[in-house]
């Protein structure tokens, strides 16, 4: 009796499913293809100013000129005119991953819809609560 041998004796590797920040990254891809250039020729003209003040909101500022002991270094902290706060909330909104029109649209519909079978729901309740009152209190 003869056996198959096989020639690769590595066992097969599955491929792994795809995560869903792959997807979502790979769905950015497919969308951003088509209008970078449009996208581009359009930011351009706006790089240079942004960039200004980018470059003047980080720079950082003297209030008051202090001599150099204990309490000046203390009072003379070097401050900036834009908060950490700020720059760091800027560069997330960079990596958030924006639904497409389609998608928004859809979601928001969703939305309505839900909205309108819920009041729908609550105003049936609210009628038959309101009959039960007055069957059983305002004989």
């Known amino acids: 009796m003869a056996t198959k041998q096989t020639k690769d004796k590595t066992p097969r590797r599955r491929k792994m499913p795809q995560t869903i ?3 979502a990254e790979k769905q950015a891809r497919k969308r951003n293809t088509g209008s970078s250039k449009l996208r581009s020729r359009l930011i351009r003209p706006l790089n240079r100013p942004a960039r200004l ?3 003047a909101a980080s720079s950082e500022y003297h209030p008051i000129k202090l001599p150099d002991n204990k309490v000046g270094r203390l009072l003379g902290k070097r401050g ?3 908060p950490s706060y700020f ?3 800027w560069a997330e909104l960079k ?3 924006w639904p497409s029109r389609k998608d928004a649209a859809k ?3 969703a939305v309505f819809i839900f909205a309108i079978i819920f009041a729908v ?3 049936i309740l609210d009628l038959i609560f309101n009959r039960l ?3 059983i209190f305002l004989k």
């Open 107 to 109: 979601l928001t519909s």
């Open 133 to 135: 009152v007055k069957v």
């Open 95 to 97: 990596q958030v991953n």
């Open 87 to 89: 720059k760091n909330s």
């Open 53 to 55: 003040i980018k470059k």
């Open 21 to 23: 920040r792959e997807h």
């Open 121 to 123: 729901f609550i105003q």
């Open 80 to 82: 900036k005119l834009m």
